[in-house]
């Protein structure tokens, strides 16, 4: 989801380090601030606003989608060219597999429908798949320490409780409503970060919230599939994800030297620590009764494969966004590209679906995202300011 993984950056560091702490987790790689996740969102996820790609990278952090992938700056020098084709390959690559993990993970919700059970096995996945790019030295190991790693377990929570809110919203409303909440993230994020990091933002930039909230509103009104334990679930992992991508910049930030996709295996496995007990105290009494109904709907070796495939697609369009990210592209580019992401994925979700959608749910969902676009030019734009009234300072 949901990744590390995560909005409102308002210091004047670095794009990528921003992007950690905001992706996600589905909407993602997160944020400038955090992938989606929530950047991701997007680490708009991750952990961070940009695709807070931990909706990672929100984005991340508040725009989605993900929360880690800031620390790759440090891994890939500004001088060294890039290749003309990685750019609009990986962002191919991003937006395909985060559609198709939308689609398996809906399908497999709707076939076995247990949120804990599929979100803990997500992040099995993920970290899975590291453990094997590690083994085979086809991603450097990170070096981590005990310290590392109690700074991690605060960060690990939220993600957890950012992925786990979103995997049980999506089994209880349609995917493209659900990103629709999950586009409100920013306001989580502005409304957290001068309480818990001391961040004040100037009036554009709350003003840029209004048309997220009054979108959001709008699509709610005639949407079909509404229901409050799933916007309310949804809400809950906007709060996730903002609160991972902030203890990302409060607690990581001396561990620049671990690379975004390291970062999110990481979160991802920490997370287990949290989401595996839990899975096992809230769902397990029911896991056997719904595989034996998933198995005479749709067979056990269908419902096998969505399972393996959702997992392999989680962590693939997280990396995507955190690969995407590593491409020195501007805030504003990642911006346009999260945000024509979450598009696609609604569009393609309704379209899969079937989803009935009247014209006021499309009306509400379009101010919505263009919401958080303005909003992603607001941060920005602040943070040039800022950065520019430090430098004229320090003259």
């Not at 989801?1 to 992706?23: D, H, W």
């Not at 993602?28 to 909706?55: D, F, I, K, N, Y």
């Not at 084709?85 to 809906?106: D, S, T």
């Not at 009306?363 to 950065?387: F, N, P, Q, R, V």
Request: hydrophobic share 50%; with cysteine; charged share 10%.
């Amino acid at each position: 989801m949901q990744a590390v993984l995560v909005p409102g950056a308002a210091a004047p560091v670095s794009f990528r380090r921003k992007a950690l702490v905001g992706t996600s987790s589905y909407a993602h790689p997160p944020h400038p601030t955090l992938p989606a996740a929530s950047a991701p969102t997007a680490c708009r996820q991750g952990v961070v606003p940009r695709p807070q790609p931990l909706e990672g990278p929100s984005q991340q952090i508040g725009r989605g989608s993900c929360i880690i992938a800031s620390a790759s700056a440090a891994s890939v020098p500004a001088e060294q060219p890039k290749a003309s084709w990685k750019l609009p390959v990986y962002i191919l690559l991003w937006y395909a597999f985060n559609i198709i993990f939308n689609i398996i993970n809906k399908s497999t919700l709707n076939t076995f429908p247990c949120p804990w059970f599929i979100g803990t096995w997500q992040l099995i996945a993920s970290g899975l798949f590291m453990a094997v790019l590690w083994v085979t030295r086809l991603h450097p190991l990170p070096s981590v320490d005990a310290k590392f790693f109690a700074a991690l377990l605060p960060v690990a929570l939220f993600h957890t409780v950012g992925h786990i809110a979103a995997v049980v919203s999506f089994s209880q409303m349609a995917v493209s409503f659900a990103h629709i909440v999950k586009s409100a993230e920013p306001v989580f994020s502005v409304a957290l970060s001068g309480p818990l990091l001391g961040v004040t933002y100037p009036w554009y930039v709350w003003a840029s919230l209004l048309p997220i909230v009054a979108g959001c509103s709008l699509s709610a009104m005639k949407e079909v599939s509404f229901a409050w334990s799933g916007f309310n679930n949804a809400m809950i992992s906007n709060l996730g994800m903002v609160l991972r991508n902030i203890y990302s910049k409060k607690s990581l930030n001396d561990y620049k030297h671990i690379d975004g996709i390291n970062l999110f295996g990481l979160i991802s496995i920490a997370s287990l620590i949290y989401c595996l007990p839990a899975a096992l105290l809230l769902e397990s009494g029911s896991w056997g009764a719904a595989w034996q109904a998933a198995a005479g709907k749709a067979g056990e070796k269908a419902t096998l494969q969505l399972l393996l495939w959702g997992g392999v697609f989680y962590h693939l369009y997280n990396q995507l966004s955190y690969m995407v990210l590593d491409q020195g592209i501007s805030p504003v580019t990642f911006s346009v590209g999260n945000t024509m992401k979450r598009v696609a994925v609604v569009v393609s979700s309704v379209m899969f679906f079937r989803n009935p959608v009247s014209p006021l749910n499309w009306a509400g969902s379009l101010i919505a995202i263009a919401g958080t676009y303005l909003y992603s030019l607001a941060t920005d734009k602040y943070a040039a300011e800022k950065k520019a009234a430090a430098a004229k300072k320090a003259q």
